[in-house]
């Protein structure tokens, strides 16, 4: 269902790599809520992904862009500005990688080059997307930039690795931004973390289908989906959600607030009663 909430409104969405992504969610959404936007990922992903079929559902556009690169960056918002007929309304920065989770590096074995680049990609693009904008000044005021992260940002989740700093350090910078850029042109920096999600990037991380059974268990309202993610970040986008800034936002369920389910409970009782405990 449309409510029209982006009527109008114009924006860049970084990520979208094929139909299991969230970006791709929130693409779609948008879309449908009237907004038009350019889409953008790396060259290597756009031609392993399938975001051409994305533009083409979308009406959109898609721009290669290496995000931790701030020539490709300025281009990349340039060119969205002048497709678009001007600044945008918003921005998605759906961005993450570990080449340690991908090399089943353990966190008391990292590789410190490999950490650098995970920290790179997945949080100082984002500031660095937020940095090209400001300069630009190519976010109309009342603007909103969302960024996707994950709870492992506050607690420890085994198998999360190296990308729990990165969370943490995307949502430093949301806040950090986001009283600038609020203070200076009442736009908005929020995050929003979300309930582990099979994504084709998300399936590197150890034992996902094991982490994502412990959290629906644990949380009251189970696991939110991809498109339930993307509902949300529309209203972020939207005006309707003018005041809310430097916030990292949760839709899990409510996980993030539980200690102990009892289904969750039960499960781990079955546990001590099996042959093999």
Not at 116 to 132: C, E, G, P, R
Not at 164 to 175: M, Q, T, Y
Not at 187 to 209: K, M, V
């Amino acid at each position: 269902m449309s409510y029209n909430l982006l009527k109008g409104k114009k924006g860049i969405i970084f990520g979208a790599l094929d139909n299991k992504s969230i970006a791709w969610k929130i693409a779609e959404r948008a879309h449908e809520e009237g907004a038009s936007f350019t889409l953008t990922n790396t060259p290597t992903s756009i031609r392993f992904g399938t975001i051409s079929e994305l533009a083409e559902k979308t009406n959109s556009i898609v721009i290669p862009a290496d995000a931790t690169n701030q020539k490709d960056l300025t281009e990349l918002i340039e060119k969205s500005m002048d497709h678009l007929g001007g600044k945008v309304d918003f921005i998605l920065h759906s961005i993450g990688m570990s080449l340690n989770v991908r090399k089943k590096r353990i966190y008391s074995d990292l590789d410190y080059n490999f950490l650098q680049k995970t920290l790179d990609i997945s949080a100082v693009s984002f500031h660095k997307v937020l940095q090209t904008a400001f300069k630009l000044d190519a976010i109309n005021d009342w603007g909103s930039v969302v960024a996707l992260s994950y709870i492992a940002a506050q607690r420890t989740l085994f198998g999360y690795n190296d990308m729990a700093d990165a969370k943490a350090l995307l949502e430093s910078i949301a806040r950090s931004f986001g009283y600038i850029y609020g203070r200076e042109k009442k736009i908005r920096i929020n995050t929003i973390s979300q309930s582990p999600t099979p994504t084709t990037a998300g399936s590197g991380i150890r034992d996902l289908e094991g982490l994502m059974d412990f959290t629906e268990r644990m949380s009251p309202l189970g696991n939110a989906t991809a498109l339930e993610c993307a509902d949300y970040c529309v209203t972020l986008f939207s005006d309707l959600t003018r005041k809310v800034t430097m916030q990292n936002l949760f839709n899990d369920g409510g996980f993030s607030n539980m200690g102990m389910s009892m289904r969750a409970m039960h499960q781990y009782e079955k546990g001590f009663n099996c042959n093999d405990c």
